[in-house]
């Protein structure tokens, strides 16, 4: 849409619009005032520097100074313009008539003013920050960028912002119960912030000396769709045990996660490997594992009731990780979908190998990139 429009008495006469970028294009001249519209790159009074109160004397149409394409000047008036003189008549004037005046918006190549161009033009500009190619990343939400745009602006209402502004309240952190509830703190100091900071990190944790660490995994590419699963077995100074996986066919993805789990305690089972971590990106099998009630689907009541008879005689530990944080046993599932038959390995095959290093030196996988 073209916001300018020659006949349209605000955008024709809107000094803020003609001297922020438009200009007349000179056709028949009758539309263009001689001395205040910019035909020139500049209005006529500007660049003569003539003072106001002569400017409100003057007022002629372009066109009284052409006659069948050419310039045609009183003396007077040429010796009046004669520093700009030069330039008039280099103006190219229609070389017949029927052109109309047209008023163009300078940095738009097709000289329509459009709405982007007038907001850019009206907008306020504030400095630029090097933070916010971050903030305003198109990896995030954007309800979260808006939450850091905020915090890094100081406008989250938080505790201590309300009573700044007059509230009367008492303050304490609802999430970890101590200190007062501050931006800074929940970002940074709290206990529950610090957790959370630690999964986002995704740094792999050694298990003891004799605990062996299970990491596991399943895969499904629809739901359900082709499934397959894997596992890796660690010792306390993140060496592989041995790593495994497999494929399940047609299933859904919550079953080839408990299909990776089961696996893996049968096998440390037959390993003899009877003090277990076992971490899993799978908030629903870490809930299966810790709860006493066997919830899990019902054709996997008598799987799940064996494989709970074996963690009996077992010194376990069980926790949840972020699927950044479970990169090893992800590879091994998803290779495990086009698999044959049950896999095992010694050592980190090749197609897991380079989350495993990244493990090894305790550099976190993260989902996305800037
Ligand atoms: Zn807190």
Redesign the pocket.
């Known amino acids: 849409m073209n916001l300018i429009n020659s006949d349209d008495p605000y955008w024709g006469m809107d000094g803020v619009v003609e001297e922020n970028g438009s200009q007349w294009i000179v056709g028949s001249g009758s539309k263009i005032d001689f001395w205040h519209h910019n035909w020139l790159g500049s209005t006529i009074i500007d660049l003569l520097n003539i003072s106001p109160s002569v400017a409100k004397t003057l007022q002629t149409k372009l066109s009284s100074f052409i006659i069948n394409g050419n310039w045609v000047c009183p003396i007077d008036l040429q010796a009046l313009c004669a520093p700009i003189w030069n330039d008039v008549v280099r103006t190219t004037l229609p070389c017949k008539v029927g052109l109309d005046d047209r008023l163009i918006w300078k940095s738009a190549k097709d000289g329509n003013l459009t709405v982007a161009l007038a907001y850019d033009l009206k907008r306020t500009r504030l400095p630029r920050v090097p933070w916010a190619r971050f903030v305003w990343h198109p990896s995030f939400r954007p309800r979260n960028s808006i939450i850091l745009w905020k915090y890094l602006h100081r406008r989250l209402l938080t505790d201590d912002v309300l009573q700044r502004r007059g509230f009367q309240l008492s303050s304490v952190?609802s999430?970890?119960?101590?200190?007062v509830?501050t931006s800074h703190?929940?970002f940074f100091?709290?206990?529950?912030?610090a957790a959370i900071w630690w999964n986002l990190l995704n740094m792999f944790q050694t298990p003891s000396v004799f605990q062996v660490k299970i990491n596991t995994d399943g895969a499904a590419r629809g739901s359900p769709g082709l499934a397959g699963f894997g596992g890796i077995f660690r010792d306390h100074l993140g060496c592989v045990l041995g790593c495994f996986a497999e494929s399940l066919g047609n299933a859904y993805a919550l079953e080839a996660e408990l299909h990776a789990v089961v696996h893996a305690i049968h096998l440390a089972s037959l390993k003899g490997w009877k003090s277990l971590w076992i971490e899993s990106d799978s908030t629903l099998v870490i809930h299966f594992l810790s709860s006493l009630n066997n919830k899990v689907p019902w054709h996997y009541f008598t799987i799940w009731f064996n494989c709970r008879a074996l963690l009996a005689s077992m010194l376990v530990k069980i926790s949840h990780v972020y699927r950044e944080g479970n990169q090893v046993a992800d590879c091994l599932a998803n290779f495990g979908v086009d698999q044959v038959g049950t896999l095992w390995w010694d050592s980190c095959p090749p197609c897991a190998l380079s989350a495993y290093c990244l493990d090894l030196v305790g550099l976190p996988n993260y989902r996305f990139c800037l």
């Open positions: 952190c999430l970890c119960r101590h200190g509830e703190h929940l100091t709290c206990s529950f912030a």
